[in-house]
């Protein structure tokens, strides 16, 4: 069973914006000449790495709600410029929307059982018919999403 991460995603206001963003700082280093690689980093490293990279995924909270997710590749050890050690997280570039999950705010990751994880979409029929993002963040705020 694997295990998963959750965090937020600070700044973003939607699925939409996440994936252009990701496209964005691929194509920049594309165009600097180096591989591509999603990555976020972020100050804590987990503990247990093993079952995170057994098929585990970084659950995004976006606007006080889980809404999409993204395989894990990697976790790296890396030392800031100040000196301090830190996680290089590294992600599949494919963001995989998720079922609605309220989630409160909180400060950096928490792991997040397979048993407690929303659904993929397009695992329960989702697909090209969604509804757009600000109408479904309008049906959350009423509690009927």
């Known amino acids: 069973m694997a295990l ?41 490293m987990p503990k247990r790495i093993p079952e995170l990279l057994d098929g585990g995924s970084l659950y995004w909270v976006i606007k006080g709600q889980v809404q999409a997710r993204q395989r894990l590749l990697d976790l790296q050890a890396v030392t800031g410029e100040d000196g301090i050690q830190r996680c290089r997280i590294v992600f599949d570039p494919e963001v995989v929307p998720t079922e609605w999950q309220p989630k409160r705010p909180f400060q950096g990751w928490r792991y997040l059982l397979e048993k407690d994880a929303p659904r993929d979409l397009a695992s329960i029929g989702g697909g090209g018919d969604e509804l757009p993002s600000a109408l479904k963040a309008e049906l959350a705020e009423l509690g009927l999403l």
Not at 22 to 28: G, P, T
């Open 4 to 44: 998963h991460l959750i965090k937020l995603c600070v700044g973003v206001e939607s699925i939409e914006q996440l994936t252009d963003w990701i496209a964005q700082d691929i194509a920049r280093q594309r165009g600097m000449g180096l591989d591509p690689e999603d990555t976020h980093t972020t100050r804590m």
